[in-house]
T-cell receptor, first 110, second 116 residues
């Protein structure tokens, strides 16, 4: 069973701090990894995707991938209350559907 | 960016009736669409993969005769929940890939189904 593991949280950080979200996956063949943000009652929205080992930065977001450790993370710098949501990690199964983790709930306090 | 439109946004139906949910790709052609289901405080669970012009591929545990999927064109896939029961109440979300096998999924806004 191919799985994605995430700490459900909640992860609480003060406004302006760095939030670090982590994810491990079981399928060594996975090549593509995605982070989605989901607000309560809404569909997920794509934040970032990463294919290569190392870091990928986009604004306040940095995705980190370590294929040897089967680990992917998302850093959110200068966290804002509007970043409070559930963050879903996902990997691409066999080049088709995304398999999601259960998500980590982030709470940013002002 | 790629837009996926899903309709209706929410629906309430009586037990035993059927409900159809539409998923459209508005500005791109989607040869493959995916249907997910999400129960409260749970993750998205893939139900089926819908390919244009062919039968859908269902995930283990998903009843294909209960959840009918039709992908008649490159821009439209439909999910029909037949003989709905209260336990089918959930958030149903469709998604599509724009181009290439490694492209990220773009999601519709979801349909909140409540079966009374």
């Amino acid at each position: 069973q191919k799985e994605v593991e995430q700490n459900s949280g909640p992860l609480s950080v003060p406004e302006g701090a760095i939030a670090s979200l982590n994810c491990t996956y079981s399928d060594r063949g996975s090549q593509s990894f995605f982070w989605y943000r989901q607000y309560s009652g809404k569909s997920p929205e794509l934040i970032m995707f990463i294919y290569s080992n190392g870091d990928k930065e986009d604004g306040r977001f940095t995705a980190q991938l370590n294929k040897a450790s089967q680990y992917v993370s998302l850093l959110i710098r200068d966290s804002q209350p509007s970043d409070s949501a559930t963050y879903l990690c996902a990997f691409l199964q066999a080049g088709t559907a995304l398999i999601f983790g259960k998500g980590t709930t982030l709470s940013v306090s002002s | 960016g790629a837009v996926v439109s899903q309709h209706p946004s929410w629906v309430i139906c009586k037990s035993g009736t059927s409900v159809k949910i539409e998923c459209r790709s508005l500005d791109f052609q989607a040869t493959t669409m995916f249907w997910y289901r999400q129960f409260p405080k749970q993750s998205l669970m893939l139900m089926a993969t819908s390919n244009e012009g062919s039968k859908a591929t269902y995930e283990q545990g998903v009843e294909k005769d209960k959840f009918l999927i039709n992908h008649a064109s490159l821009t439209l896939s439909t999910l029909t929940v037949t003989s709905a029961h209260p336990e089918d109440s959930s958030f149903y979300i469709c998604s599509a890939i724009t181009t290439g096998a490694n492209s990220p999924l773009h999601f519709g806004n979801g349909t909140r189904l409540t079966v009374t």
